[in-house]
C-alpha cells in the first residue's frame, strides 16, 4: 500500500505483519504480547471517542505522559482524525506546562496517571485551553470496535501532524511543526540506511515526547514489524534488558558511557585478579577496535589477546545487553570515542547518527556497510548538506520541518529556500561520512582568539564514573576552565587526576587550566537542563557565575 501519512504506518504493518506479538507490556510480573490487529482496534476506537468528545481535524491534543503502549496508540489515534498532537515531557512540572497549553491551544489532553492529570489540571486552571481529559492509569479505554482504522477526514502529506516544544540549551520554547510527510519521509529513509526485521526485538526506553525514540523507536519499528517492548522504567532497564533480550538497542550516549564507567568502577573495586584483566581487556577493545576502524592491520598477537579477552570479559558485557544484541544505535548527543571503541572491540558496535527535532529525527547514521567511528555516518539518501565559511552545517531534504509555530521570524533564522541552518559545526569527509564537532552557538573563543569545541572535552571528562557533569567555560577569557559535578564518594585530587588525563590529549589552548567543584543541583526542576537532559549552559554558567569569576580572578 501507499504510505502517505503516520496512521498509513500503522494500516502498514496490519496488512503486512500480521503479528500476536507487535508489542510487549509487562504485567504482574510477566510480558504480555500485544497483537498488531487489537493495536489498530484500540486506535480505531480511541479516535472514535476523541471525535464524539468534539475533537476536530486541526485541534491540538496533549501527551502528558512516560513512554509506554497507551501513548504511541493515542498519538496515532489523534492523527487519524486530522488533529495535531503535542507531546510533553512528563517530567516538566506545571508551571512549565502551563505556557506550552497556552502556546498551542491545545483543547483535548492525555496524562499517564493521577501525577500528570493533576499537573494538566493545575496548567489549565491558568491557561484554560483543555476542555477533555483523559487519564491511562484511571479512565477506561474505550472499546475497542470492530473495523479498521478510518480517517475521519481525508489525510494529506503536507497536512501538520505533531508540535514538539523544543528550547535547546537557552532561549524560550518554540514549537517545533513536522508534517505528516516528514515523519513517513524519515521512516522510509532510516530503513534505507538501517537493516530492521521483522523478527528484530526492541526495548524502548527513552521518551517518546523526543523525536529521537517516537520516529526511530516506534514509527520505524512499527513499519518495520520490529516487535516494540516497553520498559517499566528507567530504574528497571538493567533487568528488562535480561527479560527481553533485545536485538536493536536505540539510547543516548549516557547509557553506553554508564556502563563502560560502572565496569570500571566494579573492577576498581574488585581488586587483583578481575581488576586487572578487566584494565587489559578494556586496552585490547579499545586497541583493536581503533586499528579495525582506521582500516589498519591488526596483527597475530592483538587478534589472539583479543580473542582470549571475548571469552574472559567480552561476553559478560553482551550478556549484560541480554545476549542477542546486534544492533545498538546512539543518536541525541556526540559519543565519546573512547567509548565507541570500546563497544567495537567488545563486538558491538555503536551506530553513531545524528538529527534534530527540526530534522524528524535523523538525518545520517553509520551502517553494517558503512561504519566509521568518530562520525554520523553518511547522510540518508534524498538529504543534501552544505557547510557554511563559519562551519555551520544546513541541511535539506523531505524531513526537514514546516517550521516553529507561531514563530515566523524564527523560522526565517534558520529556514531558507528549503535549507535549515542547523546550528551545528561539521564537515563531510571524502568518503561522505559527516563529522559533528560542536554547537555553533556553545563553541568558546578566548581572549586569544582560539576556537575551543567544549562538548568533546566535556564528554571525555564524563566518560570517567568520578565526573558527573562537567561543563566548560571560557569565551572571552584567557584559558579553558570547568565546573564539575564529581561523581560519587570523588574527591577533589580523583577529579584534578582525570582532568589531567584529558588534557593529555589537547592542545594547549583547549587545555582546562582551573576547575572547581559544584553541588549535584543541575535538573530539569532547577532550570538547569532541558527536558531531553541537556545542561542549560547560559542558566548554569549564571547560576555558578561568582565560581567562575574566582577562577578567573585567581588565574591559571
Known sequence: MDVRTAPDILRYAAQTHRKPDAFLIRREGRWEPVSIDEAVRKVASMARHLRSAGVAAGDRVVILSESRLEWGLADLAVL????????????LPAGQIEPLLLD????????SNATQRAKIEEATRLAGTIRWLHTFDEDPWPDPAPGALDPSVPLQPDQLATIIYTSGTTGEPKGVMLT?????????????????????????????????????????????????????????IAANLKEVRPTIVLSVPRLYEKILAGADEKARKAGFPSGPIWLWARRLAIEWAAARSEGRPVSPWLSLQHALAGRLVYRKLVAGLGGRSRMLVSGGAALHRETALFFYGCGLPIFEGYGLTETSSAVSVNTFAKHRVGTVGPLFRGVETRVAEDGELSVRGPVVMKGYWRKPEATAAVLRDGWFATGDIGEVDADGFLKITDRKKDVLITSGGKKVAPQPIEAALKASPRIAEALLVGDAEKFVAALIVPGPETTREQVEAEIARVNAGLAQFEQIRKFEMIPDDLTIESGMMTPSLKLKRKAVIERHRAVVAKMYREGG
Open 104 to 111: 498551542s491551544g491545545a483543547v483535548a489532553a492525555f496524562a
Open 80 to 91: 487519524s482524525i486530522g488533529g495535531v498532537s503535542v507531546p510533553i515531557y512528563p517530567t
Open 180 to 236: 505528516h510527510g516528514n515523519v513517513v519521509s524519515e521512516v522510509l529513509l532510516a530503513l534505507q540506511a538501517m537493516q530492521l526485521r521483522p523478527d528484530d526485538t526492541y526495548l524502548s526506553f527513552l521518551p517518546l515526547s523526543h523525536i529521537f525514540e517516537r520516529c526511530s523507536g516506534y514509527y520505524t519499528m512499527l513499519y518495520a514489524g520490529t516487535t516494540i517492548a516497553y520498559a517499566e522504567s528507567f530504574e528497571r
